[in-house]
């Protein structure tokens, strides 16, 4: 089974409006960690946001939330205010395991954005 | 800031022979260390951790003997791709868990393109 799904391939978004690209998780773990990353066509990966399991709140990271629903085991990315340079691949990862010794980061297929001018 | 720089970005060789990426942690130390295959328009794939003074840990079906992971001090890990074939072309890409931010990001290199002819 996929520890970690996108099922979204690609999304388009006017600049300036928001968008939600979806993540879902599959871990019986109850410490673990959700990440977001950004890569660019350059190939450089470029964190965006985290949130952990025990955590209470959504992160917020400037125009970057996460939409954390535990229950549900989805941790969407939105973004807000989209911008031109933000069109690139997004990654959503999970790492299984204490916080501070984890051994093993798992990514999704990712989801190709593109901002419409 | 946590930096992780490796090196070469690109390199292309001839069949048969070795190749070695380095990864290093610029500022922080690494005591864990992870390197990513990644093929066009895929996802990461886990090929190995790399632990400090210790053998790396494998994932499924990664030849041991053919990707040679080094992780000889908490700054350095290497991977050495030995008697490299046309089918390891592939975008390799390392990264190292980064404490201080407190929430244990995953911070990656820019990444090595592999090209064998």
Known sequence: AQKITQTQPGMFVQEKEAVTLDCTYDTSDPSYGLFWYKQPSSGEMIFLIYQGSYDQQNATEGRYSLNFQKARKSANLVISAS??????????????????????????????????? | GAVVSQHPSWVICKSGTSVKIECRSLDFQATTMFWYRQFPKQSLMLMA???????????????????????????LSTLTVTSAHPEDSSFYICSARYTGSGANVLTFGAGSRLTVL
Do not use: W
């Open chain 1, 83 to 117: 911008q031109l340079g933000d069109s690139a691949m997004y990654f959503c990862a999970m790492r299984e395991g204490p916080e501070r010794g984890y051994q093993k980061v798992t990514f999704g297929t990712g989801t190709k954005l593109q901002v419409i001018p």
């Open chain 2, 49 to 75: 951790t790399s632990n400090e003074g210790s053998k790396a840990t494998y994932e499924q079906g990664v030849e041991k003997d053919k990707f040679l992971i080094n992780h000889a001090s908490l700054t």
